[in-house]
């Protein structure tokens, strides 16, 4: 298995909901990120867990929760967000070594919609 | 900071055609380049990895070159064919805080059409 599967493709969301977005790789990786891409642009680093903790929060509201159950899934919490928060949540793992050269496993994203 | 830059932002050519695509990055300590693919809306699929000792990468009619010394990067598609249209991005892997998990610092990508 090579692959990052991020479920759900789509999510429309309410400014007042809770919902969850799903990660999951089978490939060993240890380090997991959750990027953030608005159109047009290149994606932005959220958050990093390297060996199922928190490594990296590159300064995110906190209305934006990350969480890593275990070495395969992680999950991206989601309550009271706004309409500019919607974007392309893409998820990527990375083995983490020694020597470090190793490249980055993307999944194929949830594109959410906050109305 | 680490700056990526890609030129041309976008390309439009007829099926057949071969195509260079550049991408040029501010600091050269850089433990490596990757070039991905990403389709309209989708995510990313990476398509070259090139290591910060390596010369060049290729894959099936993707070749990667990298001189990190002047800081640049090409991607050369041989005959592009219209499955190619995509944005084609470059990020390179920045030492990060002395871990190695690094950075990824990506370019605005390059935008490429091929028509039939």
């Known amino acids: 298995d090579t692959e990052v599967t991020q479920t759900p493709k789509h999510l429309v969301m309410g400014m007042t909901n809770k919902k969850s977005l799903k990660c999951e790789q089978h490939m060993g990786h240890r380090a997991m990120y959750w990027y953030k891409q608005k159109a047009k642009k290149p994606p932005e680093l959220m958050f990093v867990y390297s060996y199922e903790k928190l490594s990296i929060n590159e300064s995110v509201p906190s209305r934006f929760s990350p969480e890593c159950p275990n070495s395969s899934l992680l999950n991206l919490h989601l309550h009271a967000l706004q309409p500019e928060d919607s974007a392309l949540y893409l998820c990527?793992?990375?083995?983490?070594?020694?020597?470090?050269?190793?490249?980055?496993?993307f999944g194929s994203g949830t594109r959410l919609t906050v109305v | 900071k680490q700056e990526v830059t890609q030129i041309p932002a976008a390309l439009s050519v007829p099926e057949g055609e071969n195509l260079v695509l550049n991408c040029s990055f501010t600091d050269s300590a850089i433990y490596n380049l990757q070039w991905f693919r990403q389709d309209h809306g989708k995510g990313l699929t990476s398509l070259l990895l090139?290591?910060?000792?390596?010369r060049e990468q290729t894959s099936g009619r993707l070749n990667a070159s990298l001189d990190k010394s002047s800081g640049r990067s090409t991607l050369y598609i041989a005959a592009s064919q219209p499955g190619d249209s995509a944005t084609y991005l470059c990020?390179?892997?920045?030492?990060?805080?002395?871990?190695?998990?690094?950075?990824?610092?990506f370019g605005r990508g390059t935008q490429l059409t091929v028509w039939p």
């Open positions: 990020a390179v892997k920045d030492p990060r805080r002395g871990s190695t998990l690094g950075r990824l610092y």
């Open positions: 990527a793992s990375s083995q983490i070594g020694q020597a470090p050269n190793y490249g980055y496993t």
């Open positions: 090139i290591q910060s000792s390596q």
